[in-house]
């Protein structure tokens, strides 16, 4: 069992930047590739990025490439996501998920399928 909790979301203006933490409890952080979704209102749950265990390995959707940058401290147990320059159409639901069975030096997951325990969300708004 893997327990998340995100916290760091809020309301921010274009430009500006903030940063998303997930704590993980349960089963040993450093096994497993971490990954971070959004759901925005009336739209799908999108991929944003995912990090193997190592941190070795990081992949980025198109729409957040060069402006979000995902990192993870073992140490902390903690995953997170460094958003900059951030937009309007960034406003979403934020959630970090965990793949336990991604669980080689390089592995990561883009499907969400894929992971298999979520944590409850934290709000993002970007005002323009």
């Known amino acids: 069992q893997v327990q998340l909790v995100e916290s760091g979301g809020g309301l921010v203006q274009a430009g500006d930047s903030l940063r998303l933490s997930c704590a993980a409890s349960?089963?040993?952080?450093?096994?497993?590739?971490m990954g971070w979704f959004r759901q925005a209102p009336g739209k799908e749950h999108e991929f944003v990025a995912a990090?193997?265990?190592?941190?070795?390995?990081?992949y980025y959707a198109d729409s957040v490439e060069g402006r979000f940058t995902i990192s993870r401290d073992n140490a902390k147990n903690t995953v997170y996501l460094q958003m900059n320059r951030l937009k309007p159409e960034d406003t979403a639901v934020y959630y970090c998920a965990a793949d336990t069975d991604c669980s080689g030096f390089g592995c990561y997951a883009q499907g969400g399928y894929e992971y298999d325990y979520w944590g409850q969300g934290s709000q993002v708004t970007v005002s323009s």
């Open positions: 349960g089963r040993t952080f450093s096994s497993y590739a």
């Open positions: 990090i193997s265990w190592s941190g070795h390995s990081t």
